[in-house]
């Protein structure tokens, strides 16, 4: 049973050009979390995500940033026009069931994006 | 203020030792969560509890609700056990997961 997968493992952008980020959750997890964690702080949420919804989106920032899950296929994290204060290490997160039942987050490896 | 404290940010120990991390929090939770992330980057959960204590191979986190902190402790220190340690809470009736600094722990043979 393969845990959360993300790709690309690390991305490279110039400034201006587009990042998308990939997450495919555990078999049977329906919800998907990603966050982001820039250099030296500590990690933050940025959207929760069920198939085909967006539950909650109140750590994105208002401009550059979509997320979507489609019904079929991954989880897509997309930042148009990167700039560097984007480079960041952005985890997914599934889980098979919403909260506030007894439910575990499973972490993907991270993307670690670098914007020259 | 953080609404996510850890103690301390940074630990330093000699293999063997009982190591204790601490979490305070200042908003109402549904769950608490203890996860380890190490220097290559990826994160591992370690714990998610709501009341008590659990224990894992070497590992214990414990929770009081009422004092809103938590305790992760290590037992036999090693140094396959350095690593950041980040307390996570989800508050009441939301998904999503407020993070602590994390505490970064490095054991020496």
């Known amino acids: 049973n393969a845990g959360v997968m993300q790709n690309p493992r690390h991305l490279v952008r110039r400034r201006g050009q587009e990042a998308r980020l990939r997450c495919s959750p555990m078999?049977?997890?329906?919800?998907v979390y990603w966050y982001r964690q820039l250099p030296e702080e500590g990690l933050k949420f940025m959207v929760y995500?069920?198939?085909?919804?967006?539950?909650?989106e109140s750590g994105m920032p208002k401009e550059r940033f979509s997320a979507e899950f489609p019904k079929e296929g991954p989880s897509i994290l997309r930042i148009q026009q990167v700039v560097r204060g984007d480079s960041a290490a952005y985890f997914c997160?599934?889980?098979?069931?919403?909260?506030?039942?007894?439910?575990?987050?499973?972490f993907g490896p991270g993307t670690r994006l670098t914007v020259l | 203020k953080n609404e996510v404290e850890q103690s301390p940010q940074n630990l330093t120990a000699q293999e063997g030792e009982f190591i204790t991390i601490n979490c305070s929090y200042s908003?109402?939770?549904?769950?608490l969560h203890w996860l380890q992330q190490h220097p290559g980057g990826g994160i591992v959960s370690l714990f998610m509890?709501?009341?008590g204590k659990k224990k894992h191979g070497r590992l214990i986190a414990t929770i009081n609700i009422q004092e809103k902190h938590s305790s992760l402790h290590i037992t036999a220190s090693h140094p396959r056990d350095s690593a950041v340690y980040i307390c996570?809470?989800?508050?009441?009736?939301?998904?999503?997961?407020?993070f602590g600094t994390g505490t970064r722990l490095q054991v020496f043979p």
């Open positions: 996570a809470v989800r508050g009441i009736n939301t998904d999503k997961l407020i």
């Open positions: 078999k049977g997890h329906s919800h």
């Open positions: 995500l069920q198939k085909e919804n967006i539950i909650d």
């Open positions: 509890l709501s009341s």
């Open positions: 997160a599934s889980s098979p069931l919403r909260a506030p039942s007894d439910n575990e987050q499973f």
């Open positions: 908003v109402g939770i549904s769950a």
